[in-house]
């Protein structure tokens, strides 16, 4: 009897082990350095857009133009009442490791009612590099997404992008 309930328990341990839609992993473009890191989370993708929406080929970034860290295929979201609620934290340092800025969450406003989670699979964080940054410069952009129903799951991108 002993061993049949054993087994039983484990069984169960298995089934609640398959239920679970837990994701971990890395991504590295190649072409831009821009590398993302997951948890919680799933993502499929991860690349630099220039301003007008053109996958970048490079980390090279004009003065005064704003680029874009898009990462697609993203699930896994807990959600409330149906909608996902993704949250996103932009960070930009110079070369030292000085925080030049911060934002602590450029999506509160339009995931504040939630999202459908099927409009909520494409995350894009946008920078804009304007004065005080300067031209030849490198600088570290960390855009880190997160789920503001479960701080466990977060996607995080880096990249060192070359002023120009």
């Known amino acids: 009897m002993k061993k049949i309930t054993s087994l039983a328990s484990f069984g169960i341990f298995i089934l609640l082990l398959s239920a679970c839609q837990f994701s971990v992993g890395t991504k590295k473009d190649i072409k831009t350095g821009l590398s993302l890191s997951y948890n919680g989370f799933k993502a499929d993708d991860a690349y630099l857009v220039d301003a007008t929406g053109k ?5 090279k970034v004009p003065l005064n133009s704003n680029f874009s860290i898009v990462v697609t295929g993203v699930g896994n979201y807990t959600l409330k009442d ?3 609620y993704p949250g996103c934290e932009i960070t930009v340092k ?3 490791g000085k925080v030049m800025g911060t934002l602590p969450d450029v999506m509160s406003e339009a995931a504040k009612n939630g999202l459908d989670p ?3 699979v494409t995350l894009t964080a946008t920078v804009s590099m304007s004065p005080p940054f300067k031209v030849g410069e490198t600088y570290h952009v960390i855009a880190r997404f997160f789920d503001k129903q479960n701080a466990k799951s977060k996607l995080t991108a880096e990249v060192d992008v070359v002023l120009q």
Do not use: F, L, P, Y
């Not at 996958?55 to 980390?59: F, G, H, I, S, T």
């Open 55 to 59: 996958r970048m080929e490079n980390n």
């Open 82 to 84: 149906g909608k996902a």
């Open 94 to 96: 110079d070369k030292s």
């Open 118 to 120: 099927n409009g909520a």
